[in-house]
Each structure stands twice: as C-alpha cells, then as structure tokens.
Nanobody, 125 residues
Framework: QVQLVESGGGLVQPGGSLRLSCAAS????????LGWYRQAPGKQRELVAS???????TYADSVKGRFTISRDNAKNTVYLQMNSLEPEDTAVYYC???????????????????WGQGTQVTVSS
C-alpha cells in the first residue's frame, strides 16, 4: 500500500509564500507522475502543477510564474513552492501520484493513482 502525506499548509497573508511537501511511502517500482491539485468550496478539483518521470512540468495558467513544483527522488518527496499568494489560491491542496508497482498479493506490476488526504491553504488579510 502506498501512502501520500502532505504538509506545509496554513494561513498566510496575500503576497506571502508557502511550501507544501508530499512524501510517498510504501513499496513501488517507480513514480511516474507527481502533482498537486486543489479544490475550493463549491468548485471542482483542478490541477495546479505536475511533474513527469522525465521532469517535464505542467502548470495551471492561474499559477504560472508564481508556483514551482520540484522533487527529491532520494526522499520520494514532491514540493510545491507558492509565492505571491492571492486570496483566490485558498483551497484544500491534494498531492497526487501515478505509480508503477505491485499491490498486495499482486505479482504483475501496474499503474495506479494515489491521493493524499489534503492540506488547507488559506490566503487572507
């Protein structure tokens, strides 16, 4: 079983910065994609940023130039550096991973999606 645990959320004033972390634990062969999604009240969950095994990155238009996704392969951890935060960034942020590996008694590896429990980010004065 693979688990994703986020940390780093909190309350920050507009223009401030936060760094989110997500650590993957368990048994797996390779993390194919790491990313961050967010969901604000009354809105659908949306992609914020993602990074593939080949280190290509994708950002939502609303965060380009302000957010940066990165990872530490040795720690199986992905980060989201958030600068120039705006009230519109307020949401629950979820870590996402697509992982190639086995599960339980499974002997043949496969691709599976995993989600963290979410961490609250509130931007307010």
């Amino acid at each position: 079983q693979v688990q994703l645990v986020e940390s780093g959320g909190g309350l920050v004033q507009p223009g401030g910065s936060l760094r989110l972390s997500c650590a993957a634990s368990g048994s797996f062969f390779r993390i194919m994609v790491l990313g961050w999604y967010r969901q604000a009240p009354g809105k659908q969950r949306e992609l914020v940023a993602s990074m593939t095994i080949g280190d290509s990155t994708t950002y939502a238009d609303s965060v380009k130039g302000r957010f940066t996704i990165s990872r530490d392969n040795a720690k199986n951890t992905v980060y989201l550096q958030m600068n120039s935060l705006e009230p519109e960034d307020t949401a629950v942020y979820y870590c996402y991973a697509n992982i190639y590996g086995t599960s339980g008694s499974q002997k043949i590896p496969s691709f599976k999606n995993y989600w963290g429990q979410g961490t609250q980010v509130t931007v307010s004065s």
